[in-house]
């Protein structure tokens, strides 16, 4: 008997830790539940030092998908020449699938973000 309520709880707890993992494309992004809610933390590459980011335009949509758009803005002035990272940390409502269109002035890297579970 104590097997059966060990492999019930082992499945229920499996179950939850699968329900509550998302996968991230770039894979230099996670998604992991927190609170109420979902933290997307990662990094980007930019251009020079000093670039700044803003969520704007955060909907949801059908099936319990997240859209947003992550703006990208270069600093001011006279900045050197190197690429740098930039870390997001974001925190965003419950979703199933969250997708992030980035809106850049340079023409690499990513063009989105999409994590899902």
Not at 26 to 54: A, C, N, Q, V, W
Request: with cysteine; glycine share 6%.
């Amino acid at each position: 008997m104590r097997a059966v309520a060990f492999a019930f709880v082992l499945m229920l707890c499996t179950a939850n830790a699968q329900a509550a993992s998302y996968t991230c494309t770039p894979d230099t992004f996670t998604l992991e539940p927190e609170g109420d809610g979902l933290r997307l933390k990662g990094s980007l590459e930019m251009p020079t030092p000093g670039y700044r980011y803003e969520f704007t335009d955060i909907e949801k949509h059908d099936g319990n998908a997240l859209h947003a758009t992550l703006k990208l803005s270069a600093p001011e002035g006279m900045v050197i020449q190197v690429i740098s990272p930039l870390d997001i940390d974001q925190e965003f409502d419950t979703a199933d699938k969250l997708v992030i269109k980035v809106d850049r002035t340079f023409n690499w890297g990513a063009a989105e973000i999409i994590c899902k579970r």
